[in-house]
C-alpha cells in the first residue's frame, strides 16, 4: 500500500489492483456527531446533504449529472467520528469523477434557497427515522449508556437544530472540524501511485496547502447504564443490551470480535440457535460491537413481538450467564478465528468495503490498514483470552433500550431478576 502524509497532515493511501477495471475514491473527515455540542448537534449531517446541493460552478443537479455522465455511483455518510464521501467509477473516469468530489469537497455554495430546501428533507428523514423500530432503539440505547455526553446525541440531530442551521453555522463548523491533519483521502483499484498524487495535487491542491491545525480531541466519556424506552405502536418490537467494551486500537478488539462471534454472529452463534432455532421466539437476534477513538459498546439486539419479550430477555440474561460463568470452548474460538479471517480476506474483495476499512484505520489510529496483521491478531487470540474478555465485560452494569409496544414489565427488571 501506498501512503504519502503531507505537512499539514493529510493522508493519501492508494491501493493499487490493476486486476480490476474500476478505482473507488474516497475524502473521509475525522468528525461526527461525537465532536458536536448541543446546540450544534446534527451540523455534521446537516453539512454532508449540502455538499452535494451545489458549488461556485456547479448546481446540485450540475454534480449528479457528472457523475452520472460517467456510469459512477456516489454517496457519503456521517457516523458518530467521521464523515466519508466516496464514488465508484471505471478507471478512464476517475479523473473527471475525482474532479467532481474535490469540488463539492471544497467548494459548496450553502445557497439559502438549497439550505432551506435541504433541511425540509431532513426534517422529513428524521421523521422517518422515528418509524423504525431498530435505528429508534439504537438511539435510546446511545441516550441511555451515554446522557448528556455527545456520544448520547443522535447523527440526524434535532428538528430546532436542523430548522436553524445557516451557511455561517456550517463556514464556522468547518473551520474547526474539516481539518487535512483529520483527513484521509484513498484510492482503491486500477490507479496508480502516480496518477492519485497527480489528482490529489490537481484538484486538492488548497487542502494539501493548507496550514496544519490540530484536530480536536474526543475525550473518553462515561457510559452510564441504565434503561430507556421509546414506546410506539410498532407490529415488532426492538430490544439493546449494551456493555461499555475496549476501543478500536486497544488490543483485546480482536478478542471482542471472536467473542462477538461466538455468542451473535450468524446463524452458528449461540443467540441465534438459542432464541431463534430452539425457542423460536424471534426473527432476527445479534450482537454487534461499536469500536471508537476513545469508546467501545458491545452489544446484543434483538427483533421481537412484545408477547414474546420476557421469555427472550429471559434466554438472553441465561446465555449471558453462561458464557460468564462457563465460558468458550476451543473449538468455538477456532471456529470464529477461521470466520473472520475469511471475512478480513473477502473483505479484500470488495474495493468499497476495503477502501473504508483502510481510511477508518489511518483516520482513528493513524496506521496502515495491513492484511496480514489483521490475520495474526485474530491467530493470537486464545479460549482464555476471550473467556476473561467475557466476564469483563458481560459483568458491567448494562444500558438496555426498547423501542416498541407497551412491555408488560420493565425490561431492565426482567433482565437482572434471579
Known amino acids: 500500500m501506498f501512503v504519502k502524509k503531507y505537512a499539514n497532515g493529510l493522508t493519501l493511501t492508494v491501493e493499487r489492483n490493476a486486476a480490476l477495471r474500476s ?5 473521509m473527515v475525522g468528525t461526527g456527531s461525537a465532536y458536536e455540542t448541543a446546540e450544534t448537534n446534527g451540523i ?10 451545489g458549488t461556485a460552478t456547479r448546481s446540485a443537479d450540475d454534480i449528479v449529472n457528472a457523475f452520472d455522465a460517467a456510469g459512477a455511483s456516489f454517496n457519503a455518510f456521517t457516523g458518530k467520528e467521521y464523515t466519508c464521501f466516496y464514488f465508484k467509477s471505471i478507471d478512464e473516469k476517475i479523473s473527471e469523477c475525482f474532479e467532481v468530489l474535490s469540488d463539492l469537497f471544497l467548494h459548496s455554495a450553502y445557497d439559502k434557497t438549497e439550505l432551506d430546501r ?15 423500530p431498530d435505528g429508534v432503539c439504537y438511539d435510546v440505547l446511545c441516550k441511555t449508556a451515554y446522557g448528556d455526553g455527545s456520544l448520547g446525541m443522535e447523527i440526524l440531530g434535532t ?10 453555522d456550517i463556514l464556522s463548523y468547518k473551520a474547526s472540524h474539516y481539518l487535512p491533519s483529520d ?3 484513498a484510492f482503491v483499484g486500477n490507479i496508480t501511485e502516480d496518477d492519485a498524487v497527480a ?9 494539501t496547502a493548507a496550514e496544519y491545525k490540530a484536530p480536536p480531541v474526543l475525550a473518553p466519556q462515561k457510559f452510564n447504564g441504565g434503561y430507556g424506552t421509546f414506546i410506539k405502536d410498532f407490529e415488532q418490537s426492538e430490544l439493546s443490551i449494551a456493555f461499555p467494551a475496549p476501543t478500536f486500537g486497544d488490543e483485546k478488539a480482536p478478542v471482542l470480535s471472536v467473542l462477538d462471534c461466538i455468542f451473535g454472529t450468524g446463524m452458528g452463534s449461540r443467540l441465534f440457535r438459542r432464541l431463534r432455532e430452539k425457542m423460536g421466539l424471534v426473527y432476527s437476534v445479534y450482537t454487534s460491537s461499536w469500536l471508537g477513538r476513545s469508546n467501545g459498546a458491545f452489544s446484543v439486539c434483538a427483533n421481537v413481538n412484545v408477547e414474546n419479550i420476557e421469555k427472550s430477555v429471559k434466554a438472553i440474561r441465561e446465555e449471558t450467564d453462561k458464557l460468564i460463568n462457563d465460558g468458550v470452548t476451543a473449538d468455538e474460538v477456532e471456529k470464529a478465528k477461521t470466520q473472520l479471517k475469511v471475512n478480513a480476506l473477502f473483505g479484500k474483495e470488495n474495493p468499497m468495503n476495503y477502501m473504508l476499512a483502510v481510511m477508518r484505520r489511518r483516520l482513528l489510529l493513524d496506521e496502515e490498514y495491513d492484511l496480514d496483521a489483521v490475520i495474526a491478531r485474530i491467530e493470537r487470540v486464545t479460549p482464555s483470552a476471550v473467556n476473561e474478555l467475557a466476564r469483563e465485560v458481560l459483568s ?6 426498547y423501542a416498541g409496544k407497551q412491555p408488560p414489565r420493565d425490561i431492565d427488571k426482567i433482565y437482572y431478576e434471579r
Open 199 to 207: 489528482l490529489i495535487e490537481k484538484y486538492l491542491g488548497e487542502l
Open 396 to 401: 458491567k452494569r448494562a444500558a438496555i433500550a
Open 23 to 27: 478505482v473507488t475514491a474516497g475524502i
Open 118 to 132: 435541504e433541511r425540509k428533507v431532513i426534517l422529513e428523514e428524521i421523521n422517518m427515522s422515528l418509524d423504525e
Open 44 to 53: 455534521s449531517h446537516f453539512i454532508e446533504h449540502m455538499q452535494f446541493k
Open 159 to 168: 428538528k430546532d437544530n436542523v430548522k436553524r442551521f445557516g451557511k455561517s
Open 183 to 185: 483527513t484521509v483521502v
